[in-house]
T-cell receptor, first 111, second 114 residues
Framework: KNEVEQSPQNLTAQEGEFITINCSYS?????LHWLQQHPGGGIVSLFM???GKKKHGRLIATINIQEKHSSLHITASHPRDSAVYIC?????????????FGSGTQLTVLP | SQTIHQWPATLVQPVGSPLSLECTVE??????LYWYRQAAGRGLQLLFY??????ISSEVPQNLSASRPQDRQFILSSKKLLLSDSGFYLC?????????????FGPGTRLTVT
């Protein structure tokens, strides 16, 4: 079983819809990261959070430490949001520099 | 601001040939540097990381090696490529203050071994 699990694996939405991608983890972590991988392969770090909630534009990331769960929300989705979204964890007991990755969520937003 | 460069962007190499991929970071000092590989249809896998010049940690045994000859330069090499080395190679950096460390990724090199 993966230490970091994401769902759904694939998600198709209509433009304007509110989108939620979920990430759960089974071990203690010091941080949870959300990354965005564009179709060309480039990866952008969206958020790193250890508690609570962070917001950047239409993107919101939340984490519940007790439930070992994080969500990435996209409000008013747009076709340019189409990408693979990856959650990754810095595991407390491991190397502080190593990220453990989820399998990614392929998001397609249709116009 | 910080910038991370990788080259080449795309590479096609025959089996058994050598490999050298380069990554450089601008706008920061003493970064942690990382090499990742993403095989087709699979997730990211950490290959190497470095906390300083000449200091390399290997996460996965393989026929690849890494070197850090300068503070902001990270090189991934192989003496003889295998078909299984095909994939998308990403370099990343993070600041030295942490944990946790937020990582910033380069544009990647797509390697096809034929």
């Amino acid at each position: 079983k993966n230490e970091v699990e994401q769902s759904p694996q694939n998600l198709t939405a209509q433009e304007g819809e509110f989108i939620t991608i979920n990430c759960s983890y089974s071990v203690g972590i010091s941080a949870l990261h959300w990354l965005q991988q564009h179709p060309g392969g480039g990866i952008v770090s969206l958020f790193m959070l250890s508690s609570g909630k962070k917001k950047h534009g239409r993107l919101i990331a939340t984490i519940n430490i007790q439930e070992k769960h994080s969500s990435l929300h996209i409000t008013a989705s747009h076709p340019r949001d189409s990408a693979v979204y990856i959650c990754a964890a810095t595991i407390s007991s491991g190397s502080a520099r190593q990220l453990t990755f989820g399998s990614g969520t392929q998001l397609t937003v249709l116009p | 601001s910080q910038t991370i460069h990788q080259w080449p962007a795309t590479l096609v190499q025959p089996v058994g040939s050598p490999l050298s991929l380069e990554c450089t970071v601008e706008g920061t000092s003493n970064p942690n540097l990382y090499w990742y590989r993403q095989a087709a249809g699979r997730g990211l896998q950490l290959l190497f990381y470095s906390v300083g010049i000449g200091q390399i940690s290997s996460e996965v045994p393989q026929n690849l090696s890494a070197s850090r000859p300068q503070d902001r330069q990270f090189i991934l090499s192989s003496k003889k490529l295998l078909l299984s080395d095909s994939g998308f190679y990403l370099c990343a950096w993070s600041g030295y203050r942490g944990p946790p460390y937020e990582q910033y990724f380069g544009p990647g090199t797509r390697l096809t071994v034929t």
